[in-house]
T-cell receptor
């Protein structure tokens, strides 16, 4: 069990560019979540996958954001035409199996700075 | 819409003292989580509280849940410097079938001075 892995850990990009983040959840965790955290705030839910199906999306996820989990394993979060307001830490999390009694494990996060 | 509020937001205390962080939430839920975050790091799970009256303890930290009052507390006993961090509570909004959708509080930044 190597934990939730995210890549890259840090990304600086110019406004208007596209960026993509990758998340590898804990092996055999079929639930995968993306959250966003800005400085001094708690994380905010963005989206949720059950295996390869995206079952929930937040209103925070504008049409510039897209997330995929094509084979039910790793996931990608792409931000198109980045804006300065997108600067944040993007956290991926996963949890196992059935029911709602499970701990959600977070990755180290991907820091995005839009200049 | 579920809202989660923590207080205090900032807490500076001396080693050896006891203190409590409070987490209030606005709508019914019976699943509450406490996480710890060190600067620049991700969130470390501390406790999962699943029912009214649940109490869990790990070392100098103890968490409890009162679902009727919509209140959870994180109690720190005889604080030590290593406990300095930001502590978040998070409540499951309960709107995703079969999974969790967490709404986080703003966090309590705890500094423990020697």
């Amino acid at each position: 069990d190597t934990g939730v892995s995210q890549d890259p850990r840090h990304k600086i990009t110019k406004r208007g560019q596209n960026v993509t983040f990758r998340c590898d959840p804990i092996s055999e965790h079929n639930r995968l979540y993306w959250y966003r955290q800005t400085l001094g705030q708690g994380p905010e839910f963005l989206t949720y996958f059950q295996n390869e199906a995206q079952l929930e999306k937040s209103r925070l996820l504008s049409d510039r954001f897209s997330a995929e989990r094509p084979k039910g394993s790793f996931s990608t979060l792409e931000i198109q035409r980045t804006e300065q307001g997108d600067s944040a830490m993007y956290l991926c999390a996963s949890s196992p199996g059935q029911g709602k009694r499970n701990t959600i494990y977070f990755g180290e996060g991907s820091w995005l700075t839009v200049v | 819409e579920l809202k989660v509020e923590q207080n205090p937001l900032f807490l500076s205390m001396q080693e050896g003292k006891n203190y409590t962080i409070y987490c209030n939430y606005s709508t019914t839920s019976d699943r509450l989580y406490w996480y710890r975050q060190d600067p620049g790091k991700s969130l470390e799970s501390l406790f999962v509280l699943l029912s009214n009256g649940a109490v869990k303890q790990e070392g100098r930290l103890m968490a409890s849940l009162d679902t009727k009052a919509r209140l959870s507390t994180l109690h720190i006993t005889a604080a030590v410097h290593d406990l300095s961090a930001t502590y978040f509570c998070a409540v499951d909004e309960g709107k995703i079938q079969g999974a969790q959708k967490l709404v986080f509080g703003q966090g309590t930044r705890l500094t423990i001075n020697p």
